[in-house]
């Protein structure tokens, strides 16, 4: 079995910072792309940016400039630097991750449990 552990999450006023990391563990033969969505209140989950076992990133054009999503692949570890924070950015966000378990069954998509984000002066 696989899991994902979100932390670092917390309110914070508008212009500021937060990281948010995501930790992986279990069964893990390897990661592929990991990820981080978001969830705000009456909203769909979207994507907020992706990063690819080279390095590889893709960011949703609301963050774009204002955060970074970083790996160590060493420690199955997924970060997102969050910078000028905005109250439009508060909502739950979950670390994502396409994972090859030593268990078997292939490659299967897994997702953390949530931490909430709220941008609020």
């Known amino acids: 079995q696989v899991q994902l552990v979100e932390s670092g999450g917390g309110l914070v006023q508008p212009g500021g910072s937060l990281r948010l990391s995501c930790a992986a563990s279990?069964?893990?033969?390897?990661?592929?792309?990991m990820g981080w969505y978001r969830q705000a209140p009456g909203k769909q989950r979207e994507s907020v940016a992706e990063?690819?076992?080279?390095?590889?990133?893709r960011y949703a054009d609301s963050v774009k400039g204002r955060f970074t999503i970083s790996r160590d692949n060493a420690k199955n570890t997924v970060f997102l630097q969050t910078n000028s924070l905005r109250p439009e950015d508060t909502a739950v966000y979950f670390c994502?991750?396409?994972?090859?378990?030593?268990?078997?069954?292939?490659?299967?998509?897994?997702w953390g449990q949530g931490i909430q984000v709220t941008v609020s002066s």
């Open positions: 994502n991750a396409d994972v090859t378990s030593w268990s078997g069954g292939g490659l299967r998509n897994y």
């Open positions: 279990g069964s893990i033969l390897s990661i592929n792309t």
């Open positions: 990063i690819t076992v080279s390095g590889r990133t």
